[in-house]
């Protein structure tokens, strides 16, 4: 089975702190993901990565980077953390290089994020 | 991506077949049906998804009309951890996002 961890459930973070976010995953999945969750807005995609040090913006990239260095690993990160970054986050990947349809994700288990 | 309308919200029997519908007139041909479930506070999962023939897994079966505008997904025996919200995607898979919208909320009871 397709294995995708974050590396904090539950995270407490103050404003203007600087947030890392880490999955990995051990499937060798090419692509990988990061979205975020909140009440009547669904998921939404922050990044995107296609390869190691090859990333996309998705729809919501401000205030957010990420770092993939390794194939496996896949970063996200808040330079400076706000109230409005509350959220849950959701690291997801895929095998196939965007083939039609066979792009299914997988998803961790979320990291909850509360920015006080 | 096409999208796609389903109920907000259904019950079903502990045991019994749990039949979500999803509607997606405006697909595309090359436009694949995907089901994820979220169960609380944890991150979607993958279920199945289709093209035009019906498809079984350990999970659940998928069955997309003739004309390809809607689909059904089935839980043969629902079990308690069954509840869940359960999203159904159209997605042509190289679009490298899923769009999830609000999905079903299915309630198994005891």
């Known amino acids: 089975d397709v294995k995708v961890t974050q590396s904090s459930r539950y995270l407490v973070k103050r404003t203007g702190e600087k947030v890392f976010l880490e999955c990995v995953q051990d499937?060798?999945?090419?692509?990988m993901f990061w979205y975020r969750q909140d009440p009547g807005l669904g998921l939404r995609l922050i990044y995107f990565?296609?390869?190691?040090?090859?990333?996309e913006k998705g729809d919501i990239p401000e205030g957010y980077s990420v770092s993939r260095e390794k194939k496996e690993r896949f970063s996200l990160i808040l330079e400076s953390a706000s109230t409005n970054q509350t959220s849950m986050y959701l690291c997801?990947?895929?095998?196939?290089?965007?083939?039609?349809?066979?792009?299914?994700?997988?998803f961790g288990p979320g990291t909850r994020l509360t920015v006080l | 991506d096409a999208k796609t309308t389903q109920p907000t919200s259904m019950d079903c029997a502990e045991g019994r077949a749990a039949n979500l519908p999803c509607n997606h007139s405006?697909?595309?041909?090359?436009?694949?049906v995907y089901w994820y479930r979220q169960i609380h506070s944890q991150g979607p999962q993958y279920i199945i998804h289709?093209?035009?023939n019906n498809e079984t897994n350990e999970m659940a079966s998928l069955i997309i009309t003739e004309d390809r505008k809607s689909s059904t997904l089935i839980l043969p025996h629902a079990t308690l951890r069954d509840t869940a919200v359960y999203y159904c995607?159209?997605?042509?898979?190289?679009?490298?996002?899923?769009?999830f919208g609000s999905g079903t909320q299915l309630t198994v009871l005891p």
């Open positions: 289709g093209l035009k």
């Open positions: 997801a990947s895929s095998l196939s290089p965007g083939a039609i349809g066979t792009d299914t994700q997988y």
């Open positions: 995607i159209v997605s042509t898979g190289s679009a490298r996002q899923l769009t």
């Open positions: 499937m060798d999945h090419e692509n």
């Open positions: 405006t697909i595309s041909g090359n436009e694949y």
């Open positions: 990565s296609y390869d190691v040090k090859m990333k």
